[in-house]
């Protein structure tokens, strides 16, 4: 897989874990541990990304 391919990817699931954080901040049976859950993972494929576009 090249560097782009797998930037669109980490893209494609950082929008998904945006629509999943909105759709879950909506939703008052979600506790907040899944919130935070979502925020982890969301902040970790952006670290990610950053590490790959800084690095090629």
Known sequence: MTI???LESLEK???ALERELHSALASPSVN???IADLKRRKLRLKDEMERLKTRY
Do not use: G
Request: charged content about 45%; cysteine-free; proline content about 0%.
């Open 32 to 34: 907040d541990q899944e």
């Open 13 to 15: 699931k950082h929008v």
């Open 4 to 6: 782009e391919a797998h």
